[in-house]
């Protein structure tokens, strides 16, 4: 499985309707819109880095109204589980 969490900047205004349409997207796990250099973070999952890549490359930086986007490929991850 190959993961990343991509920082996303979008045009003024647009922060709602890119955060949705991420949220649809089966690949894209978690979103989160937030404060500070970046508009929105998601997190990505693919069953392999060519699925991702061209996940990120053709669905998320080709959409309307993103600027740019900073992607980091997670090398190793563990979640906490909570009681």
Known sequence: ???????????????????????????????YMVYGIHDLIAIIEADTMDALRTLITEKVRRMEGVKSTLTNIVVMSKKKTTA
């Not at 309707?17 to 796990?29: G, H, Q, S, T």
């Open 1 to 31: 499985m190959a993961q990343a969490i991509v920082m996303i900047n979008v045009d003024v205004g647009k922060e709602n309707e890119i955060f949705e349409k991420l949220y649809e997207i089966p690949e894209v796990k978690e979103v």
